[in-house]
């Protein structure tokens, strides 16, 4: 599977974006995905994470009740809508796929399929 992040961009602080990770390839549905971020400066942090099947999502406590992770199987994307944004927010958002959540959620080193990544930058 090959992923393409998009959605990022310049917002004030208290606005709202939406990534999309589109993937390609049609075992999409069977891949858990999720969405990281690094900050200039600062190591790769975990953001959020996605079963296969939607059933499960899974946020850092940064985002918690501000991001919401969804996916369309249907249509090979998933999605981060992020809401009261922060500055702290700011970094490059990249996505990610693997066959199991846990490892999205908790081995992101041993991650081998990655999207580009899209700028976010909210400014104070």
């Known amino acids: 599977v090959q992923l393409q992040a998009s959605g990022g961009g310049l917002v004030q602080a208290g606005g709202s974006l939406r990534l999309s990770c589109a993937a390609s390839g049609r075992t999409f549905s069977s891949y858990a995905m999720g969405w990281f971020r690094q900050a200039p400066g600062k190591e790769r942090e975990f953001v959020s994470a996605?079963?296969?099947?939607?059933?499960?999502?899974y946020y850092a406590d940064s985002v918690k009740g501000r991001f919401t992770i969804s996916r369309d199987n249907a249509k090979n994307t998933v999605y981060l809508q992020m809401n009261s944004l922060k500055p702290e927010d700011t970094a490059v958002y990249y996505c990610?796929?693997?066959?199991?959540?846990?490892?999205?959620?908790?081995?992101?080193?041993?991650?081998?399929?990655w999207g580009q990544g899209t700028q976010v930058t909210v400014s104070s």
């Open positions: 990610a796929a693997d066959p199991g959540v846990v490892t999205l959620r908790y081995r992101d080193r041993y991650l081998e399929v």
């Open positions: 996605i079963s296969w099947s939607g059933g499960s999502t």
